[in-house]
């Protein structure tokens, strides 16, 4: 007979803005045993065919990218561990609920106050689709009605505790702890390509140029200007739902 092979594993986690996540993703990237996929739903939402905005222009080599490729790009990783990290907003419509309930479902965010305060300069005309919320809770739903009970990640408490938290995560998705995943010689999750750079250069300037998980900072409140109160209310309300489901099934003790 020929010998047994251990079935390979895909976990996902799907976050909101700003959250830390793809600091999070990094930790799994630094794992020998792991390929990270890093958002492989955003040219589906920003360039494929069936887009959801038009924000970035054409970009004509990507109209044909879809969920059926942004899935393919996760299935065609090598590895006994696919980790996908993904924008919610970016992933959620184009995920089939038979996809979702192959993989294991996890969740990063942080409070809607600190993610306002990160997105604005980056993406001062945000749409409430991009602040992220909606389609995280819708998310959170699609996987409890499957059967599962994922984990969620609080990004700040990751960000004060990360040893802790990755090893508790690791834990209740069926992994081996492995201490390499808190410090890297490179903060970039990939080379990337001479259309991404100037973009991801922007967004990922911290960890980029970092070689570990950062403490959170301490910033003054920000106001939230009254065009965004009521996006700003609905996005508490999931947050603190998450939050909830994260206090009575901690992940960390």
């Not at 065919?49 to 090598?78: F, L």
């Amino acid at each position: 007979m020929p010998p047994s092979v251990a079935p390979r594993r895909t976990i996902a986690v799907w976050a909101a803005p700003r959250s830390v996540s793809t600091a999070f993703e990094r930790t799994f990237a630094n794992r020998a045993d792991t390929t990270a996929v890093h958002e492989p739903f955003t040219d589906c939402y920003y360039f494929g065919r069936d887009r959801r905005s038009d924000r970035y222009g054409e970009q004509a080599h990507k109209v044909d990218r879809d969920g059926r490729w942004a899935t393919a790009q996760i299935d065609g990783s090598q590895g006994p561990v696919v980790f996908v990290k993904d924008l919610a907003f970016q992933a959620e419509p184009y995920l089939s609920d038979d996809y979702l309930a192959g993989i294991t479902n996890t969740f990063i965010l942080r409070h809607p106050a600190t993610v306002l305060a990160s997105l604005r300069p980056l993406k001062p005309d945000f749409t409430e689709d991009e602040f992220g919320f909606l389609a995280l809770g819708r998310l959170w739903r699609r996987v409890h009605a499957l059967g599962q009970s994922p984990v969620v990640v609080e990004g700040d408490t990751f960000r004060s505790r990360p040893a802790a938290v990755l090893a508790a995560y690791c834990d209740r998705v069926g992994l081996a702890f492995d201490p390499r995943m808190l410090h890297w010689d490179d903060g970039r999750i990939r080379p990337w390509s001479p259309d991404e750079q100037e973009s991801q250069a922007k967004w990922h300037a911290t960890l980029e140029s970092s070689t570990r998980i950062l403490p959170p900072a301490t910033r003054p409140p920000v106001p939230v200007p009254a065009g965004l109160r009521p996006a700003y209310d609905r996005a508490v309300r999931i947050y603190e739902e998450l939050c909830d489901a994260r206090v009575r099934r901690p992940i960390v003790a």
